[in-house]
């Protein structure tokens, strides 16, 4: 691990020349105030300046909205070839923020566990990521210091802290990384991690929303209040519209499908993206739905986050705090103020 | 044996057919595997029986519904072809107005005046009672959007033709716009059909810059309640709430009942 101090402009060049010569994503203005991660080009405008968290996280570019997973094809003699789809080309992905990174080191425990996602792996295994630390929450919308994000920087190759004085501290964190900094003339800096220590404690205290509880309380009360009116309370405005689990840096669930050739032999397995706040979600063969109602399946949605995965993986709340869900509900329904409303309710 | 394919159609634009008749592509592989024996659009014969009947348009007249139940009755699997069909689309908004006073609009007083006294042109009254297909026979499968979607027909041909049953989940449009990475036009300080509307529509007009006018008619969870209430927080007041309801979803129950 090493350490650099560099310009403003000095890194925006550094983006820039990797652009030229790779597939790199970064976040871009789009629409009237939101942000996509866009692939971009050496002559692109590249602002590290504040930015929202961008409509969908950069999961997105690990597992795509709709991908194809594998073509098949039977023969004459009942012999079935199967060609898997993997994409394995080297993509970069920079100006992740802490919370988004944290999902993906979430995403990447989800995907190992059992059976390893060979389309997970083969993406993520091609894929460098630089990550740019937050000195101020993004909106009124994060919660990222509640949840343990915000200072997460594990699965970045090469992470950004702005210091005082305006430069931009780097921090090389993997092989990976050595390589994407090849050659760079920047000023290396001794006292690297007395400095990201600086930025860290000049940060506004509290950073962004702050429960009312601690991180393994809350697990316990939110696992204690299976029945609650909590979860009618909020879903009376509810669309089961699942944007909040579509938009979510954490929400891995998909659907695969195949999709025949009108020559009834060959075809394409595919899948795409799903949610358990969609309302078929939960629906077996024989048309049984396990979660008809949409408390049942907020409440599922709220305990994956903070009961089941956390134990299942013992790396925390399965939600890193990026507000997205709240922010982008078009009934800002949000997973904090449901979480808030559990722990005064057992309060009571 | 090929399965036997039938095209009708009642009060619609014909654009469904045309949307159709634009996958050019696959539609002549599809063709080889099925026997087509009406088509409005391309030829014009009557077989006894169909296997699959596609019918496009809404039902107006006492004929009409004569003439669908005949349909209905020879035919094993029907389905509802584009938002006429499916939900009434725009012309179920002159359920709401007395025949007389839109045939003086669009033809003016003295022609209104003239024919409202002339038996021949009774039947004209009756066109004020837009209905979709379910409100009067059976619909087995409903390819919704005006137009339809050309991949979701062919996922339903391909999925009859393989004797599996086609989905369509019952995804607000929303979803669409999650998997193109939209903007809410909320965003925006618009308000949108989508959260109350059948996704699948690929989220088209809202990737285009516009919003969701709920062509594709409402879901069967739809929130309706929250919805209005989202659009009251938007300054929009009741009457265009109400019209905006009744642009494509006139002849659905919810549309009659804001
Ligand atoms: S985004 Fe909001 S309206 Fe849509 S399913 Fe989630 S909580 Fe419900
Ligand atoms: S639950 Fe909401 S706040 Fe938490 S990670 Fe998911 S989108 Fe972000
Ligand atoms: S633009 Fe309309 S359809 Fe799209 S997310 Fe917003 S409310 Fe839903």
Known sequence: ?348 | MKPKIAFFDFASCEGCQLAILNCEDILLDILNLVELVEFREALSETAPRYDVAFIEGSIHRDEDIERLRNIRARATYLVALGACACNGNVQARSNFVAPAVNYGEVYGDEARNRVQVDPDHWGLWSHTRVRPLDAVVKVDAYLRGCPVVPQEFLHLVKSLLQGTQPFFPPNAVCVDCKMNENECVLERGLTCMGPVTWGGCNSICVNKGYVCDGCRGTLPHANVEAHIELMREHKIDDRDIRSRYRLFMGAEPIGRGV
């Open chain 1, 1 to 348: 691990m090493s350490y650099y101090l560099a310009t403003q402009k000095e890194i925006v060049d550094w983006i820039r020349r990797l652009a030229a010569e790779n597939r790199l994503y970064f976040p871009e203005k789009h629409g009237a105030a939101s942000y996509r991660f866009t692939r971009v080009g050496p002559g692109s405008d590249i602002q590290f300046d504040h930015y929202t968290p961008t409509v969908v996280p950069p999961v997105k570019l690990l597992v795509p909205a709709r991908e194809e997973l594998l073509h098949f094809r039977t023969d004459a003699d009942g012999k079935t070839e199967v060609q898997p789809s993997l994409d394995t080309s080297f993509r970069i992905i920079a100006g992740v923020r802490s919370c988004d990174l944290k999902g993906i080191f979430l995403m990447d425990l989800f995907f190992r566990e059992g059976v390893p996602d060979a389309y997970y792996l083969a993406r993520r295994e091609n894929t460098a990521i630089i990550g740019y630390a937050c000195n101020t929450p993004c909106d009124e919308r994060a919660f990222c210091a509640a949840v343990d994000s915000l200072d997460h920087t594990e699965g970045a190759d090469v992470y950004i802290t702005p210091v005082k004085g305006g430069d931009l501290l780097v921090e090389v964190k993997t092989k990976l990384g050595e390589k994407l900094t090849d050659g760079v003339d920047w000023k290396p800096c001794e006292d690297g991690a007395a400095r990201r220590i600086g930025a860290v404690t000049a940060r506004p205290e509290p950073f962004g929303r702050t429960f009312p509880a601690a991180l393994p309380e809350i697990s316990k009360i939110v696992e204690k209040n299976y029945e609650s009116p909590v979860w009618d309370k909020h879903v009376k405005r509810c669309f089961s519209c699942g944007t909040c689990n579509l938009v979510c840096p954490t929400c891995y669930c998909f659907d695969v499908a195949d999709d025949l050739h009108l020559d009834v032999a060959s075809g394409n397995r595919t899948r795409s993206w799903d949610g358990c706040m969609l309302p078929h979600f939960a629906e077996v063969g024989g048309g049984h739905n396990f979660r008809p109602e949409p408390a049942a399946r907020q409440r599922h949605r709220v305990n994956r986050k903070f009961t089941y995965l956390p134990e299942k993986f013992e790396h925390g709340a399965a939600c890193v705090g990026c507000g997205r869900c709240g922010r982008q509900c078009t009934s800002h329904i949000d997973i904090f103020d449901i979480v808030t409303d559990l722990i005064q309710e057992g309060a009571r």
